[in-house]
């Protein structure tokens, strides 16, 4: 079945440096990775997507600035948080989606997901 | 309005039991998919089931299986002869064909209490 890696698993970092976050998928070609982000004891909520080779789409509320989305491959998709702090401590999660996957353009396969912690 | 709704912020259930758990949801597009996600405490989202909404037939998937009724916009999971390791947080989601976004509910709680 479809794979996509996440790394790293966890991260703590100091507030006002910046942590970059990799997802990969390792077994198929992603034209659309998604990028979520998880309180604890609630839903995800989409930060914003990304389709290869075009600039992302933000959710209302998301500052594009703060949370810079790359997608520059078919297999690649990073997520950099700058100048983090503590209120950005969250479980990020990205997922995969391809035209051509088992359930057609509707499936979706996510990572692991990073636990980020800001001191 | 909230595209997918769960009602059940928590739910008990014996082991061996059957348990279902509630979703429904809206949306005005004819095609669209519905999924069934399990959260453990890991955090990793498994996914459990997928309904079609031209699928003529109920999705099973093992001790999974999802109650699809259309017309009443439901799409509730039944969980047959719970396991210890159901114990997790279940998420309901739906992709629309038009449009890139899944939209989530906000999850049950499932415990299953031996």
């Known amino acids: 079945g479809a794979v996509v890696s996440q790394h790293p698993s966890w991260v703590i970092c100091k507030s006002g440096t910046s942590v970059k976050i990799e997802c990969r998928s390792l077994d198929f070609q992603a034209t659309t990775m998604f990028w979520y982000r998880q309180f604890p004891k609630q839903s995800l909520m989409l930060m914003a997507t990304?389709?290869?080779?075009?600039?992302?789409?933000?959710e209302q509320g998301v500052e594009k600035d703060k949370f810079l989305i790359n997608h520059a491959s078919l297999t690649l998709s990073t997520l950099t948080v700058t100048s983090a702090h503590p209120e950005d401590s969250s479980f990020y999660i990205c997922?995969?989606?391809?035209?051509?996957?088992?359930?057609?353009?509707?499936?979706?396969?996510f990572g692991p997901g990073t636990r980020l912690t800001v001191t | 309005a909230q595209k997918i709704t769960q009602t059940q912020p928590g739910m008990f259930v014996q082991e061996k039991e059957a348990v279902t758990l509630d979703c429904t949801y809206d949306?005005?597009?004819?095609?669209?998919?519905l999924f069934w996600y399990k959260q453990p405490s890991s955090g990793e989202m498994i996914f459990l089931i997928y309904q079609g909404s031209y699928d003529q037939q109920n999705a099973t998937e093992g001790r999974y299986s999802l109650n699809f009724q259309k017309a009443r916009k439901s799409a509730n999971l039944v969980i047959s002869a719970s396991q210890l390791g159901d114990s997790a947080m279940y998420f309901c989601a739906m992709r629309e064909k038009t449009g890139n976004q899944f939209y989530f509910g906000t999850g049950t709680s499932l415990t299953v209490i031996p």
């Open positions: 949306t005005s597009d004819p095609s669209y998919g």
């Open positions: 997922s995969a989606s391809w035209a051509s996957g088992t359930r057609g353009l509707y499936e979706q396969y």
């Open positions: 990304s389709n290869e080779g075009s600039k992302a789409t933000y």
